[in-house]
């Protein structure tokens, strides 16, 4: 069985700091993981992927993830955070065999100026 | 545009009432999803369809029942045999339902029992 596990609630960063939100997985088979976002009365907007090679992962707005088999995690970063970064980030990830992505509970980022 | 459209984007049930959520997409994507959200609890696989004419349950589909009779439509309707149905109801798509394929989502229905 595919599992998620996001063991932040809340993560508060001040603007221009680094930021990171874990998030680590448990598959039965080679993983796709997945990070999306999601504001206010909002759906979720795709964020980044990782399918295979490189474990560095760049995407939207400045987002990148890092893939650690070893470690079974795929924490997302973002260099220098912006306040309009505040937002519930999800984790999600899908069996190589499986069908419905399985996402996490959520961690909700603050920045503050 | 292309994009799934989820309506409305707010809705009112009384007690005992049964009630469909739209959701169409342009997308020409074969799979569609419906997921269920609730404060601190992340989203929850209601249903799922791989293609037109099939779909499956997913973790807490009891209360639930869907239809898939167009590729781009997978309307959810939510029974009175649904215990708690006050929930962010959320519908999206892939182009597969396996594999790296992510997945696109609508901007959501509100669901409120009065």
């Known amino acids: 069985a595919q599992s998620v596990a996001q063991p932040e609630d809340q993560v508060n960063v001040a603007e221009g700091n680094p930021l990171t939100v874990k998030c680590t997985y448990s598959?039965?088979?080679?993983?796709?993981l997945f990070w999306y976002v999601q504001y206010p009365n909002r759906g979720l907007q795709f964020l980044l992927k990782?399918?295979?090679?490189?474990?560095l992962v760049k995407g939207s707005y400045g987002f990148e993830a890092e893939f650690n088999k070893s470690q079974t995690s795929f924490h997302l970063k973002k260099p220098s955070a912006l306040v309009s970064d505040s937002a519930l980030y999800f984790c999600?990830?899908?069996?190589?065999?499986?069908?419905?992505?399985?996402f996490g509970k959520g961690t909700s980022l603050l920045v503050t100026p | 545009d292309g994009g799934i459209t989820q309506s409305p984007k707010y809705l009112f049930r009384k007690e005992g009432q049964n009630v469909t959520l739209s959701c169409e997409q342009n997308?020409?994507?074969?799979?569609m999803y419906w997921y269920r959200q609730d404060p601190g609890q992340g989203l929850r696989l209601i249903y799922y369809?791989?293609?037109?004419?099939?779909?499956q349950k997913g973790d807490i589909a009891e209360g639930y029942s869907v239809s898939r009779e167009k590729k781009e439509s997978f309307p959810l309707t939510v029974t009175s045999a649904q215990k708690n149905p006050t929930a962010f109801y959320l519908c999206?798509?892939?182009?597969?339902?396996?594999?790296?394929?992510?997945?696109?989502f609508g901007q959501g229905t509100r669901l409120t029992v009065v």
């Open positions: 598959v039965s088979g080679n993983p796709y």
């Open positions: 990782y399918i295979t090679g490189d474990n």
């Open positions: 369809s791989q293609i037109v004419n099939d779909f």
């Open positions: 999206a798509s892939s182009m597969y339902r396996t594999g790296g394929n992510e997945a696109f």
């Open positions: 997308l020409n994507h074969d799979a």
């Open positions: 999600a990830v899908r069996e190589n065999s499986g069908y419905a992505l399985n």
